[in-house]
């Protein structure tokens, strides 16, 4: 994505551009730094058009009139124009990794791709680093630690794109000690459309004087495809200052500890079973605060279907910190101790989402560039875009239950769905995380210790309703004691909307009696339907979860 020409200084003198401009003034730097080449547009003839209108979830594909792939923000508003003038139903593409139906379903005839807008660079004008919403995770990483030593708290699958991880929150195995990855969004670009139908371009800040703010606390969780076309982000650390760039954003650990095991089923009854997956809680519930080594410390607990063979653990920590090494090794000696020593073993079969990685069966200290590479590029089945999907996700204030890990017990060793492929995660929370209230940002749930992701990939549309039963089984067995779904309460705090559940606003699956968008964004709703109102009166954006207007529900 391109640089913008924008005031910086005092809050005022941001409010006084209103830094809203129509499309000529708004792209002038955009425009320039761009490839001449203007956006290019995919009809269903061409040989490109099946790569553009499927993402990584087999399950959803759209049959749009065409693809508009572009390459600078005045592309976007020119696209968007004429989609909006030939009444066409436009969705957003940036990396394509969406679980649900938001990007790609029936009605959409104009997919928005933005993922040739990959610019990272820092932005002088705004102090802050300039992100393109089509630029991947990966590259991201790479442009900001090889550029200034910096990077921001984002997540693990290398492919992933900016757009749609940012604007729904943002997390990955520097979150616990850094936040989330919205906590560190200064500003956002994005194309939107007013109630007499014109495209134009905002950029929203997060200044208090800024007329737009409302638009920027929108993409920090409200998620994608709701308000507008976000064309590029801006980061800079609250409290941050001066003016160099190194020190604007989080430095990442010199080196990491890694650490991936393997835990045979063949060791594991419903006793043992259960007995893991609650220490595994009871860890993260002791050290959900910040200011300790065990913050830097991350895990998932990647517990595939026993026709896979094992469950994982993959973990993560600063090795730079106190005692890291011994941080570690409690970590796993406390979590591995219902099995014994001679049953843990390398990782040397697929599990969770990743590749073997037996060679961190010892744990290895990496340059954390390094981690990120290796990680990040060990997930044979987030990119493989034939694998077909069914999600559901949890956050969870306390442990488990004895019923809890039961159920899960119970319908990962089903004989009838022998899926090495279906599985429940459960993901490392807490820190820095917590220490930002629930609606300082739309993304609301600030006190939760883990999350919990039920998932099962298949490959064939014939194996739809074994595997999306299996999911909805799980899930709504875990959470039966609140209608089969994690309602804000004592122990759980709802679903992450970058994990979207294609079942979340059906009653008979969710038969909670508690709208989506509370399980979504609990009290934060009603404000991201005001901002709707406000920057898409028109309701040009939306799809199957998307936020409604005030006067619909």
Not at 30 to 41: K, N, R
């Given at each position: 994505?391109?640089?913008?020409?924008?005031?910086?200084?005092?809050?005022?003198?941001?409010?006084?551009?209103?830094?809203?401009?129509?499309?000529?003034?708004?792209?002038?730097?955009?425009?320039?730094?761009?490839?001449?080449?203007?956006?290019?547009?995919?009809?269903?003839?061409d040989p490109r058009y099946a790569d553009l209108v499927v993402g990584n979830n087999a399950r959803w594909v759209a049959q749009p009139d065409?693809?508009?792939?572009?390459?600078?923000?005045?592309?976007?508003?020119?696209?968007?124009?004429?989609?909006?003038?030939?009444?066409?139903?436009?969705?957003?593409?940036?990396?394509?990794?969406?679980?649900?139906?938001?990007?790609?379903?029936?009605?959409?005839?104009?997919?928005?791709?933005?993922?040739?807008?990959?610019?990272?660079?820092?932005?002088?004008?705004?102090?802050?680093?300039?992100?393109?919403?089509?630029?991947?995770l990966l590259h991201i990483y790479e442009a900001l630690f090889k550029g200034w030593g910096v990077t921001i708290p984002g997540g693990m699958?290398?492919?992933?794109?900016?757009?749609?991880?940012?604007?729904?929150?943002?997390?990955?195995?520097?979150?616990?000690?850094?936040?989330?990855?919205?906590?560190?969004?200064?500003?956002?670009?994005?194309?939107?459309?007013?109630?007499?139908?014109?495209?134009?371009?905002?950029?929203?800040?997060?200044?208090?004087?800024?007329?737009?703010?409302?638009?920027?606390?929108?993409?920090?969780?409200?998620?994608?495809?709701?308000?507008?076309?976000?064309?590029?982000?801006?980061?800079?650390?609250?409290?941050?200052?001066?003016?160099?760039?190194?020190?604007?954003?989080?430095?990442?650990?010199?080196?990491?500890?890694?650490?991936?095991?393997?835990?045979?089923?063949?060791?594991?009854?419903?006793?043992?079973?259960?007995?893991?997956?609650?220490?595994?809680?009871?860890?993260?519930?002791?050290?959900?605060?910040?200011?300790?080594?065990?913050?830097?410390?991350?895990?998932?607990?990647?517990?595939?279907?026993?026709?896979?063979?094992?469950?994982?653990?993959?973990?993560?920590?600063?090795?730079?910190?106190?005692?890291?090494?011994?941080?570690?090794?409690?970590?796993?000696?406390?979590?591995?101790?219902?099995?014994?020593?001679?049953?843990?073993?390398?990782?040397?079969?697929?599990?969770?989402?990743?590749?073997?990685?037996?060679?961190?069966?010892?744990?290895?200290?990496?340059p954390w560039l390094h981690s990120v590479k290796l990680l990040g590029t060990s997930n044979p089945t987030l990119t493989n875009p034939t694998?077909?999907?069914?999600?559901?996700?949890?956050?969870?204030?306390?442990?488990?239950?004895?019923?809890?890990?039961?159920?899960?017990?119970?319908?990962?060793?089903?004989?009838?769905?022998?899926?090495?492929?279906?599985?429940?995660?459960?993901?490392?929370?807490?820190?820095?995380?917590?220490?930002?209230?629930?609606?300082?940002?739309?993304?609301?749930?600030?006190?939760?210790?883990?999350?919990?992701?039920?998932?099962?990939?298949?490959?064939?549309?014939?194996?739809?309703?074994?595997?999306?039963?299996?999911?909805?089984?799980?899930?709504?067995?875990?959470?039966?004691?609140?209608?089969?779904?994690?309602?804000?309460?004592?122990?759980?705090?709802?679903?992450?909307?970058?994990?979207?559940?294609?079942?979340?606003?059906?009653?008979?699956?969710?038969?909670?009696?508690?709208?989506?968008?509370?399980?979504?964004?609990?009290?934060?709703?009603?404000?991201?339907?005001?901002?709707?109102?406000?920057?898409?009166?028109?309701?040009?954006?939306?799809?199957?979860?998307?936020?409604?207007?005030?006067?619909?529900?």
């Open positions: 994505m391109r640089r913008r020409s924008v005031l910086t200084g005092t809050a005022a003198a941001i409010a006084a551009t209103a830094l809203e401009a129509g499309p000529s003034a708004t792209v002038a730097t955009a425009a320039a730094d761009a490839t001449a080449a203007g956006a290019v547009t995919v009809l269903p003839s065409a693809v508009r792939l572009v390459r600078t923000t005045e592309q976007v508003v020119q696209a968007v124009q004429e989609a909006v003038d030939g009444n066409k139903r436009i969705s957003v593409r940036s990396g394509g990794h969406c679980y649900a139906d938001f990007v790609f379903n029936a009605d959409v005839k104009v997919v928005i791709d933005t993922s040739l807008l990959t610019r990272v660079a820092f932005d002088e004008r705004l102090n802050a680093f300039e992100v393109g919403a089509g630029a991947t699958c290398y492919s992933v794109g900016a757009g749609g991880h940012i604007s729904g929150g943002g997390y990955g195995m520097l979150s616990r000690r850094h936040g989330l990855t919205v906590d560190h969004l200064y500003a956002v670009e994005v194309v939107v459309v007013d109630a007499s139908g014109k495209a134009r371009s905002v950029v929203a800040t997060r200044e208090a004087a800024d007329p737009h703010r409302d638009l920027w606390w929108a993409h920090t969780g409200g998620g994608g495809g709701n308000f507008g076309v976000v064309t590029r982000y801006w980061f800079r650390s609250p409290g941050a200052t001066g003016a160099n760039p190194s020190a604007l954003l989080p430095r990442p650990p010199k080196e990491v500890l890694v650490s991936a095991i393997a835990l045979p089923w063949s060791e594991l009854d419903k006793s043992s079973f259960t007995a893991m997956v609650q220490k595994f809680g009871a860890w993260h519930e002791r050290n959900a605060g910040t200011g300790t080594s065990a913050a830097s410390l991350c895990s998932f607990l990647m517990m595939n279907h026993q026709a896979n063979g094992s469950i994982g653990l993959l973990t993560q920590i600063d090795a730079t910190v106190p005692d890291a090494q011994q941080v570690l090794q409690d970590f796993l000696t406390e979590v591995t101790s219902p099995l014994s020593d001679a049953a843990v073993r390398p990782m040397s079969e697929p599990v969770g989402e990743l590749g073997p990685l037996p060679a961190l069966f010892t744990p290895q200290r990496l694998l077909r999907g069914h999600h559901k996700s949890a956050y969870l204030r306390k442990n488990v239950s004895d019923g809890q890990a039961a159920a899960m017990y119970r319908h990962l060793t089903r004989a009838d769905h022998p899926n090495p492929q279906s599985m429940v995660v459960l993901l490392s929370y807490g820190g820095k995380i917590n220490t930002v209230g629930s609606g300082d940002t739309a993304a609301a749930q600030r006190d939760s210790i883990f999350k919990g992701l039920f998932q099962s990939f298949w490959s064939g549309a014939e194996g739809d309703a074994e595997n999306i039963g299996w999911t909805r089984d799980v899930f709504g067995e875990v959470f039966s004691a609140t209608g089969g779904y994690p309602v804000p309460g004592a122990a759980t705090d709802g679903c992450y909307i970058n994990y979207p559940d294609a079942d979340i606003t059906d009653t008979r699956v969710n038969t909670t009696g508690v709208p989506w968008h509370t399980l979504y964004y609990k009290g934060n709703y009603p404000r991201l339907q005001r901002i709707k109102a406000a920057y898409d009166p028109r309701n040009v954006f939306r799809h199957s979860q998307s936020v409604t207007l005030p006067d619909h529900t």
